[in-house]
């Protein structure tokens, strides 16, 4: 199974900043993997596929990069609606699928 | 546009079977393009993936939950099922459908259901 960790568990920035998230693989998934937001009671939206692709109707301030073991997800400008909590999701070598722990951006 | 919506109990007694259905609009789960599956979060906690499902009938299941689970398809209802038994309190969480792409690997999760919260008590 390919486990995926997210760090950090909680990131604090203020609106405007840039958030940096980061998500390591267990062992290498190539570009197979994915990022989620999801906000209180609601369910996870996609943001980004293969590692990079913005998912459609996803503003231009997130970003996705990395391959292999090491992404990052960047989130250039935070807004207000930004602060939520991200997962990454493994792709490349399932069953099982499995997700990271998630990172909270909370408000500073 | 694909939607999807589950349906089902909310209190499940612990030992019992859970019994959740995705309502698929938008679409058809008789699709050879689409994985149809389930995932799960605990209150407060992160995403299990629980399984997927291919029209076919072929199966995928988290190696974790496989002696406890089945996922099925109706295509005559537009809708897939999930059932696991032996439930237990570490059960409780709110459970999602979603849909990923057949493709091997393309298979992230858009778009999901909005979740059913099931908890499991006596």
């Known amino acids: 199974e390919t486990v995926m960790t997210q760090s950090p568990a909680t990131l604090s920035v203020s609106p405007g900043e840039r958030a940096t998230l980061s998500c390591r693989a267990s062992q290498s998934v190539s570009n197979n993997l994915a990022w989620y937001q999801q906000t209180p009671g609601q369910a996870p939206r996609l943001l980004i596929y293969?590692?990079?692709t913005r998912a459609a109707g996803i503003p231009a301030r997130f970003s996705g990069s990395g391959s292999g073991t090491e992404f990052t997800l960047t989130i250039s400008s935070l807004q207000s609606e930004d602060f939520a909590v991200y997962y990454c999701q493994q792709y490349n070598d399932w069953p099982p699928l499995t997700f990271g722990g998630g990172t909270k951006v909370e408000i500073k | 546009q694909l939607q999807l919506q589950e349906s089902g109990p909310g209190l499940v007694k612990p030992s019992e079977t859970l019994s959740l259905t995705c309502t698929v609009s938008g679409g058809s789960v008789g699709s050879s393009s689409r994985f149809w599956g389930w995932i799960r979060q605990p209150p407060g906690k992160g995403l299990e993936w629980i399984g997927n499902m291919y029209y076919s009938g072929n199966t995928y299941y988290n190696p974790s939950l496989t002696s406890r689970l089945t996922i099925s398809v109706d295509t005559s209802k537009n809708q897939f099922s999930l059932k696991l038994n032996s439930l237990t309190a570490a059960d409780t969480a709110v459970y999602y459908c979603?849909?990923?792409?057949?493709?091997?690997?393309?298979?992230?999760?858009?778009?999901w259901g909005q979740g059913i919260l099931v908890t499991v008590s006596s």
């Open positions: 293969g590692a990079s």
């Open positions: 979603a849909s990923s792409s057949s493709s091997w690997y393309l298979n992230w999760f858009d778009p």
